[in-house]
Each structure stands twice: as structure tokens, then as C-alpha cells.
């Protein structure tokens, strides 16, 4: 498995480029299984998570093509199996979003459970009651979701809890049933908001996504498009608390500042002077060490549980204390221990975090147990005295596209030893230069 080395104390310095934003390009490529036609997608950012994404599609027959610069092209005419293994979703939970297309566009659909992960449980229950209630039959055995359904038939479903895979889910199996669907409680992310976008170019008819109501007419069938992927709000936030702990000066570029407003405003409290334009954010801290600053996560608007264990890393370094709730995931202060064995002074109390910051953390060997956690271990190593050696970065790889080079860009000392094994291999596709 690859390590990060992370040499500590410089800060960062210049610009960068920001890319695609996974959790968007996610629902989009399984989106495409809603035509025959083929689909373009760009920006889309060269992640392991797409690559698996990708080796699903590949194995139920998509026709993929990738270009140099990581467009894909995608034609779904030759589908045959209808089948998310076990091997794959276990890997990526996102695979599930297959369900809801697979089920509209053909009427059945074998997908396993995802199960729990590092974070929490994160059971898929809204996604399976809300297409039983479109008429599906759905039974759950032997660890797989088996889907049957005619067509489908829009409802008005409130959902019992903010879910975004859940709200994509649905979207896009309304999409192409018969009549209306109303999502209430439908969740507002702007990746929920880009999936629609890419939906009505290839000739949907959904109003609303962004607020909690989203309205589905249902058409008969839908056509290809060519889509590009907005911005990584997490990517771009993770690089921001990375200058703000290191005292830097940095300017991301190809992103959107709206996109991160709860983020944003948490930083200017820390201290940090953000200028805005259209596509770039730049960030400073004139006064130098960031202040201690509380966080609640939730769904959007508000502040995302994907930045969470980032400023948790900001705060164990800032000057003052700092209570972090985590209101979203059960489980999602595993980066504490690491964090911990590090010298930070982070005591739990149930889904509450108490920081009390110091000046400096201290080098030591952490392994990462989840994507956001991985990355509040890099940027702890960033302003540890000594050198930081991240074990796991597979997770990390997940969700930050060349990050030692972006780092490296800013002026980081960080090194990837990389193990033995090829990374990310992808079946069926066609790399085309
Ligand atoms: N939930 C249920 N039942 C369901 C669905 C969700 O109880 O049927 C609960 C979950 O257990 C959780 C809450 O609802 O407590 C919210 O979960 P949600 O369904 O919104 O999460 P998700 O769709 O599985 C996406 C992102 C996550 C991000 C969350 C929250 C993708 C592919 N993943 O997950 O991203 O943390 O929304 O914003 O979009 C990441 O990128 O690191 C990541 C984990």
C-alpha cells in the first residue's frame, strides 16, 4: 500500500487548480445507464472511486472511452447485466446509485447491500422504501437488493432523513416514470443540483433541485448530452484549511466560492482574509495562527460533515478551544485517535469533539481509515515538527486527485512511496490519446 512522508513547517504558497467534484461525477456516470445514446462528461476527476465506477459500468457492457483529458465518453446500448457485485459496492458504497437507473431503464436490478463503513452505518432504507412505494418490488436476500418493477409511477414521497445518494436515487428512477414524483425533505447539495442539470440536458424534466422540493415529470426516455462536472467543494475546502493551519498564501483556481459559504465563513472566523472571484478563491492569514472555531455539521447549507475532520485538524493547532458536533455520521472521529497520536488534545464525548488547541503537533506514523480523515492527517503533517508517514493513502486516492502533486505545487515537502502493486486498473475501458 502507498505511504505519505510529510516533512512539517512550510507554509503554503502559490496556485493551484481545482478539479471535478467526485460526488457529483458519481451519480452522473450512473446516470447514463438511463439512455442508449452515447454521453460526454468532462472534468471528471481522475479518482479510484471513478475508475470503480467505472469497472461497474464495464462489466454490465457500457462502452467506455476516456480521453487524455479525462473526458469519458459512455454508450450504454449493449447493457446485459444488471448486477452491482458485492466485490464492488463493498468498495465503494456509491455504487448503489446504479439501483434507481437500472430499475427505471430496465425494470430490474440486482445490487448488493453496501453495508457499514468506517463512518457509520449508512443504511440505504430510504432508497429501497421510496422506489417500493414507485411500485417496485424489492426483497433483500442473501446480501443483494433485488429489484423488479414495470414501469414506475410517480408519488410524492417525503423522505424520512436528508440523504443525498438517497435523493439522486430516486431523481433519477423518476425520471422515466409514469407522471409526477415529488421528493420533500429532498436533500440540497450542490451535487444533487449538477445531477439534475445533466438530467434535463438529456431531455428530463425536474424542477426545483437545490431547495428541498424537488418535482420529477416523468418522460419516456431520455437522450445523450455532453455534461461537465462542477467544481470539488471539498477538494477546494480541504486545500483552503490547509493554508489557513499552514499560515500560507494560496489562490485555488477553477472553483466556485458559493459552493462552500458555510466553509468559507468558518475560515474568515479563524482568521483568515478570503478573496473572491468568479472562478478562484484566495486565502491568507495576515495575524498567522488560525483561532479556534466551533463546528456543527449538517446537510446543506449548512456546514458539510465531509470538512469536518479537516478543521478538527485546523483546531487542534489553533489558539483557543473548540467543540465539534457531529450531527450526520455516527462514527466519524476515527481521525481523533490518529490525531491524538500525534500530540493533539481532543477529548470525545459521544458525537461531540472538545479541542483544546497547541502550537504544534509532533510527527508521528498514522494510518488513514476513511477519505476525510486521510486528509486531516496530511494537513496535520503539514505543520508537525518531523516527518509524518500516512499509511493507507488508498483512501485518500479516493477523493484527491494528485494530491502530493498539488502540495508539491504549494511548496509542501511530501513524498509518495509507492508499494509494489499497480494502481488503479480499469477493465473494458479505452484509453484513447
Ligand atoms: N441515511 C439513512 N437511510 C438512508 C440513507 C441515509 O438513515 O437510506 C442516513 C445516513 O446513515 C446518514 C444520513 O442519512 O446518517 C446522511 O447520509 P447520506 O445518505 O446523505 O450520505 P450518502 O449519500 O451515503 C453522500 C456523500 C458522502 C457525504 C454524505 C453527506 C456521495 C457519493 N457520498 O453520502 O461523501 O459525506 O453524502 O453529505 O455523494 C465523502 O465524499 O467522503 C463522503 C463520505
Redesign the pocket.
Given at each position: 500500500m502507498d505511504k505519505l512522508l510529510i516533512s512539517g513547517g512550510n507554509p503554503l504558497q502559490g496556485e493551484i487548480s481545482i478539479s471535478g467534484a467526485?460526488?457529483a461525477a458519481?451519480?452522473i456516470l450512473a446516470s447514463t445507464l438511463l439512455t442508449d445514446e452515447t454521453m460526454v462528461i468532462s472534468n471528471v476527476p481522475h479518482l479510484h472511486d471513478i475508475t470503480t465506477t467505472m469497472e461497474l459500468l464495464g462489466r454490465m457492457g457500457s462502452d467506455l472511452m476516456i480521453d487524455e483529458r479525462l473526458n469519458i465518453e459512455v454508450n450504454n446500448s449493449n447493457i446485459t447485466e444488471l448486477f452491482a457485485p458485492y466485490e464492488l459496492v463493498k468498495t465503494m458504497?456509491?455504487s448503489i446509485l446504479v439501483l434507481g437507473p437500472l430499475l427505471a431503464r430496465y425494470g430490474r436490478a440486482d445490487v448488493s447491500l453496501p453495508g457499514g463503513c468506517a463512518?457509520?452505518?449508512?443504511?440505504?432504507?430510504?432508497?429501497?422504501s421510496g422506489l417500493m412505494a414507485m411500485g417496485a418490488d424489492i426483497t433483500v436476500e442473501g446480501g443483494y437488493i433485488r429489484a423488479r418493477a414495470k414501469r414506475l409511477k410517480g408519488v410524492h414521497l417525503t423522505l424520512e432523513?436528508?440523504?443525498?445518494?438517497?435523493t439522486e436515487n430516486l431523481m433519477m428512477a423518476a425520471v422515466l416514470a409514469e407522471g409526477r414524483t415529488i421528493l420533500d425533505n429532498a436533500?440540497r447539495?450542490p451535487?444533487v443540483t449538477d445531477l439534475a442539470i445533466c438530467l434535463n440536458s438529456m431531455g428530463a424534466r425536474i424542477e426545483g433541485a437545490g431547495t428541498d422540493r424537488i418535482i420529477i415529470d416523468g418522460v419516456d426516455s431520455v437522450h445523450g448530452a455532453h455534461h461537465r462536472i462542477l467544481p470539488d467543494r471539498?477538494e477546494t475546502g480541504s486545500y483552503l484549511v490547509a493554508a489557513a493551519m499552514t499560515g500560507g498564501n494560496v489562490k485555488l483556481k477553477n472553483t466556485r466560492s458559493e459552493l462552500l459559504d458555510a466553509v468559507l465563513s468558518k475560515l474568515r472566523e479563524a482568521g483568515a482574509k478570503i478573496d473572491i472571484d468568479d472562478t478562484s478563491i484566495s486565502l491568507s492569514m495576515p495575524n498567522g495562527r488560525p483561532r479556534a472555531v466551533d463546528i456543527h455539521t449538517s446537510?446543506f447549507p449548512g456546514f458539510?460533515?465531509?470538512m469536518q475532520a479537516q478543521f478538527t485538524a485546523m483546531n487542534s493547532i489553533a489558539e483557543g478551544n473548540a467543540v465539534i458536533t457531529e450531527n450526520?455520521?455516527?462514527n466519524r472521529f476515527m481521525h481523533v485517535h490518529e490525531l491524538q497520536r500525534m500530540g493533539a488534545d481532543i477529548k470525545l464525548e459521544g458525537n461531540t469533539a472538545i479541542v483544546n488547541g497547541i502550537k504544534r503537533l509532533k510527527a508521528a506514523p498514522v494510518m488513514a481509515t476513511?477519505?476525510?480523515a486521510s486528509a486531516s492527517l496530511v494537513l496535520a503533517g503539514l505543520v508537525a515538527d518531523g516527518e509524518t508517514e500516512v499509511d493507507r493513502i488508498y483512501h485518500i486516492d479516493r477523493?484527491y486527485e494528485t494530491i502530493e502533486e498539488k502540495l508539491l505545487q504549494l511548496g509542501a515537502k511530501i513524498k509518495r512511496i509507492p508499494s509494489q502493486q499497480t494502481r488503479m486498473p480499469v477493465s473494458k475501458a479505452r484509453i484513447v490519446k
Open positions: 467526485k460526488n458519481l451519480p458504497r456509491a463512518i457509520g452505518s449508512r443504511p440505504v432504507n430510504i432508497h429501497i432523513m436528508v440523504t443525498v445518494t438517497g436533500a447539495e451535487e471539498i446537510p458539510p460533515t465531509d450526520v455520521f455516527e476513511d477519505l476525510r477523493g
